[in-house]
T-cell receptor
């Protein structure tokens, strides 16, 4: 069974600073995907970044990047130059190619002006 | 078109009412999902339809009845709900890996906020 853990229920960051959100996962599959989703108060879940497990290179999307440590089963999200609009719930999720997406409990990120 | 559209955005119903939530996507995705989300919690999977057939039912009470009329539409019929069923109901879709190349991600709608009185 897949599990996803986010050990930080809440985080805060000063505007323009950098913050890292932690995620660890467990899976017995050799091929899987990892995701970070953002859910602002407007409530729609939006994909932030995606990582295929077979790719060694860490994914990046503009100010968002991940540190994927496959052996340690760790998948942290780094947000650089934080903006007020980054304030949201962030969910880490894994997907093994079937139809079961497993979400972590979420981290609430506040951005301080 | 990369949207998943859900209606209504808000719904208030009594415990004896019958109502339906609707979801539509035109991305050619063959897997569609219903999730229930309580405040400050992750989405909880309810149902999955794959190629218009129910493939996963996560032991959801029968007062929730899903329906997939075609590959673009997904409904959730509600009847005799309880106040604890009040939640945000999210619809999502994904390319089914069995159909070939897949990005593996879920595309979510904005959700339907349900309040049961």
């Amino acid at each position: 069974a897949q599990t996803v853990t986010q050990s930080q229920p809440e985080m805060s960051v000063q505007e323009a600073e950098t913050v890292t959100l932690s995620c660890t996962y467990d899976t017995s599959e050799s091929d899987y995907y990892l995701f970070w989703y953002k859910q602002p108060p407007s409530r729609q879940m939006i994909l932030v970044i995606r990582q295929e497990a077979y790719k060694q290179q860490n994914a990046t999307e503009n100010r968002f990047s991940v540190n994927f440590q496959k052996a340690a089963k760790s998948f942290s999200l780094k947000i650089s130059d934080s903006q007020l609009g980054d304030a949201a719930m962030y969910f880490c999720a894994s997907h093994n190619g079937g139809q079961n997406f497993v979400f972590g409990p979420g981290t609430r990120l506040s951005v301080l002006p | 078109d990369t949207e998943v559209t859900q209606t209504p955005k808000h719904l208030v119903m009594g415990m004896t009412n019958k109502k339906s939530l609707k979801c539509e996507q035109h991305m050619g995705h063959r897997a569609m999902y219903w999730y229930k989300q309580k405040a400050k919690k992750p989405p909880e999977l309810m149902f999955v339809y794959s190629y218009e057939k129910l493939s996963i039912n996560e032991s959801v009470p029968s007062r929730f009845s899903p329906e997939c009329p075609n590959s673009s539409l997904l409904n959730l019929h509600l009847h005799a709900l309880q106040p604890e069923d009040s939640a945000l109901y999210l619809c999502a879709s994904s390319q089914d890996p069995r159909g070939g190349a897949s990005t593996g991600e879920l595309f979510f709608g904005e959700g339907s906020r349900l309040t049961v009185l």
